[in-house]
């Protein structure tokens, strides 16, 4: 997905957040809990599309967090001993 798509993407997800913490006001109104129950199922169809497309994308930021998450904790050793090194 480019820019644009990842945005509205973002928005979407925001609002069924927002639609999910507030279910308990509208969930009463059977229109508009039929309405909910077909934005979720696209927004599951938009991500499932995004992933058979980009499948690559998800592995690259596992990667990344791996990465990262290796690194801060070789940082963390690092600092230990050059705390405990007398100069």
Known sequence: MDAKQNNHLRMFINTQTAM???????????????????FDEIIQRIVAQN??????????????AD???GVAEKTVIISGILQLTPL
Do not use: Q
């Open 20 to 38: 999910d913490n507030y279910s308990v006001k509208w969930n009463v109104i059977p229109v508009f809990l039929a309405r909910k129950n077909e």
């Open 51 to 64: 992933e058979k497309t980009n499948p690559a994308s998800v592995a690259v930021t596992e990667n990344k």
């Open 67 to 69: 990465v990262r998450n």
